[in-house]
Every structure is written in C-alpha cells, then in structure tokens.
Nanobody, 121 residues
Framework: QVRLVESGGGLVQPGGSLRLSCSASGNIFSINDMAWYRQVPGKERELVATCSSGGSTNYADSVKGRFTISRDSAKHTVYLQMNSLKPDDTAIYYC???????????????WGQGTQVTVSS
C-alpha cells in the first residue's frame, strides 16, 4: 500500500509562487508516471501536469510557462513549482502516482488527500 502526502499549499497573492510537494511511502518497487491534478467545487478534476519515469513532462495549456513539475525518484517525491499565480489557479491540488510493489506486480494508481491553494489579494 502506498501513501501519498501533499504539502506546500496555502494562501498566496496574485503573482506569487508556491511549491507543492508530494511524497510517496510504503512498499514501492517502482514508480511510473507522477502527476498533479486540481479541482474546484462543482467541476471535474483537471489534469495539471505529468512527469513520466523518463522525465518527459506535459502541462495543461492554462499553466504552461508558469508551472514546472519535477521529481526526485530516490525520495519518491514529485514537486510542482507554481509561479505567477492567478486567482483561477485556486483549487485543491492532488498528486497521483502509478506504482508497483514488485518486479512482477501490477501497476496501480494512488492518490493523495489534496492540498488547498488559494490565490487572492
């Protein structure tokens, strides 16, 4: 079983920056993709950014040029550096990992509990 714990959320003014972290713990043999999602009340969860095991990244159009996803495989941690934040970035941010417990095990997704990001003056 994999546990994901997000941190780094909070209240920030427009134009400010935040750095989110998500650390995975438990019986982890390998981690494939890692990703950040966000969700606001009444709307579906939105994919923000992904980072593959090979380091390839993808971003939602709304955050390109402002957000950067990265990972530290040794620490089983994924980060989201958020710059030039806008009020529309306000949401609960969730991390997701795709992991396996052994070489022959199945891949499965794990989700964090989410961390609130509020961008307001």
């Amino acid at each position: 079983q994999v546990r994901l714990v997000e941190s780094g959320g909070g209240l920030v003014q427009p134009g400010g920056s935040l750095r989110l972290s998500c650390s995975a713990s438990g019986n982890i043999f390998s981690i494939n993709d890692m990703a950040w999602y966000r969700q606001v009340p009444g709307k579906e969860r939105e994919l923000v950014a992904t980072c593959s095991s090979g380091g390839s990244t993808n971003y939602a159009d709304s955050v390109k040029g402002r957000f950067t996803i990265s990972r530290d495989s040794a620490k089983h941690t994924v980060y989201l550096q958020m710059n030039s934040l806008k009020p529309d970035d306000t949401a609960i941010y969730y991390c997701k990992t795709n992991t396996k417990r052994s070489r022959t095990g199945n891949w499965y997704d794990s989700w964090g509990q989410g961390t609130q990001v509020t961008v307001s003056s």
